[in-house]
């Protein structure tokens, strides 16, 4: 009785001092926040470079909100979805598969292809050819392969008479890869290029050219740039790493574990990249909040986008609504010029495009000019929207009537012409200043909908622990 008495009071003894370590900060309905999860937060969005910075009171509210929206996106079942575990897992897997690779694979496939390489070589040095090649079509008529043959013993005898072997491969080369190199390819190995091309080059000293000879796509002279043994292994190692690296390596050796540990347990890779999840994150914070942000952002933006910004975009007689009730915050310090600029192929179509959407709405002055003036050919280019001065040249002489402003036609459609009104204190409509309105308007549905989950949930914060926050 006393051994299990003992073990009761080291077990309370232990959970005191870890909450001592790491005390609760707040809870959302219920659900505890350490400090150590908030202080995550919190320095990743208050680090250098960020503009809006937040005191730790400020943010502590703004996180609760963020809590919430999770919340309510759980109880919407939203992390049921397959599109959202699809996306989250993939943002979680590209931390987790690489602790799947054990300590040394990725050294272990490096030295194994550099000695790939090695074998490769067949005991043979690396070469550097440069070359000019004269192509033939595996049709070729005799007249084109004699024609062929006249052009590379002409281009030889120059090389013989001691022209520049780059300058005249620039020239005459119809290999376009290499000619504007001077002809000069990368360096090769054995069983790299075609047997007749190695053949020649392997038989040259540095600087020898060819004589021509004939390949299977036409005819060709080579010349030796240069001979060199592979590079050691340490000389080599970053550049293979990073091929290695580029072409998935990572992801290859970890699904060789994955595939392992499925065979011998009859896991699917899904249940067993859930099971490392857990262990992985339970040895590292910094990870297992990393990972919590990714679950809690995506529902997030799911939950804002589904019931918030969505909707409110779309919702024409709200936003009219909300932009008529806040007018006076949309209002502008100099005029502006809500209407369009239009450039014509033909001068008589200024006044019939005019007279074209005169007593349309705006919205429809698109989709008149193009059924009408562009059906089968652009004869009408059209930018529309509000612009204030200084913004389009046209707009500012033709409209705003500024005598210094030169009119700039676009190429092909010299005849400009403006429709639509000035407007002097603000906006007409919301649809002058839209993504002002929309962006507005969502944000103000999205403090309603925090407004709602403060009433709907449950939280509270530990002012004591929160003053403890980077301060322990």
């Known amino acids: 009785m006393k051994k299990i008495f003992v073990s009761f009071a080291l077990a309370a003894i232990a959970l005191t001092a870890a909450a001592q370590e790491d005390p609760i900060v ?29 005191n730790i009171e400020e943010y502590a509210e703004l996180f609760v909100n963020y809590k919430l929206k999770v919340l309510a996106a759980l109880d919407d079942h939203l992390d049921t979805l397959s599109s959202y575990q699809k996306e989250f897992r993939t943002y979680r897997d590209q931390q987790i598969r690489p602790l799947l690779v054990p300590e040394g694979a990725k050294e272990s496939e490096c030295r194994a292809y550099y000695d790939d390489m090695i074998a490769r070589l067949q005991g043979k040095q690396l070469l550097q050819p440069a070359h000019i090649l004269i192509l033939l079509k595996q049709d070729a008529t005799e007249e084109e392969r004699a024609a062929a043959k006249v052009t ?15 300058e005249l491969a620039k020239q005459v080369s119809q290999d376009p890869g290499s000619a504007a190199r001077g002809g000069t390819l990368p360096w090769v190995g054995p069983n790299q290029l075609v047997k007749e091309f190695e053949d020649v080059a392997y038989s040259l000293e540095v600087n020898e050219i060819s004589e021509p000879f004939l390949m299977p796509y036409g005819y060709d002279i080579v010349k030796l740039m240069g001979k060199k043994d592979l590079e050691p292994y340490e000389e080599l190692h970053d550049m293979i790493m ?19 540990i499925a065979g011998q347990n009859e896991k699917t890779v899904e249940q067993i990249l859930d099971e490392k999840t857990e262990e ?15 679950h809690d952002g995506l529902l997030l933006f799911e939950e804002c986008n589904t019931r918030i910004w969505e909707p409110a975009a779309k919702d024409t007689v709200s936003l009219a609504a909300y932009f008529k009730q806040n007018k006076k915050q ?33 919205d429809k002055w698109m989709s008149a000019i193009r059924e009408t003036f ?47 009104k000035v407007l002097k204190k603000g906006p007409a409509e919301w649809t002058d200043v839209s993504n002002q309105v929309v962006s507005d308007y969502q944000r103000f549905k999205e403090d309603e909908f925090v ?20 301060n322990h």
Not at 152 to 165: R, T
Request: with cysteine.
């Open 26 to 54: 707040m809870r959302i309905n219920g659900t505890p926040v350490t400090r150590s999860e908030f202080e995550y937060n919190y320095n990743k969005n208050n680090s250098e470079g960020v503009i809006d910075k937040k």
């Open 152 to 166: 590379i013993d002409s281009v030889y005898q120059a090389l013989k008479d001691g022209a520049d072997f780059a």
């Open 242 to 260: 990073k091929y290695l690296e580029g072409q998935g390596l990572e992801t290859h050796l970890s699904q060789q574990v994955l595939d392992s």
């Open 280 to 294: 992985f994150c339970a040895k590292d914070n910094e990870l297992k909040y990393l990972v919590q942000e990714y």
């Open 330 to 362: 949309y209002a502008w310090d100099e005029p502006h010029y809500s209407g369009m600029v239009y450039y014509c192929k033909d001068a008589a179509d200024v006044k019939a495009v005019k007279k074209l959407v005169k007593k349309l709405p705006q």
């Open 374 to 420: 562009n059906k089968d050919s652009i004869m009408v280019r059209v930018e529309r929207r509000v612009f204030k001065k200084g913004d389009n040249a046209n707009i500012d002489n033709l409209a705003f009537k500024v005598k210094s402003a030169e009119l700039k036609p676009v190429k092909g459609y010299p005849n400009i012409g403006v429709f639509g």
């Open 451 to 470: 407004a709602e989950l403060r009433k709907r949930y449950t939280f509270e914060i530990d002012k004591e622990v929160l003053a403890t926050v980077n």
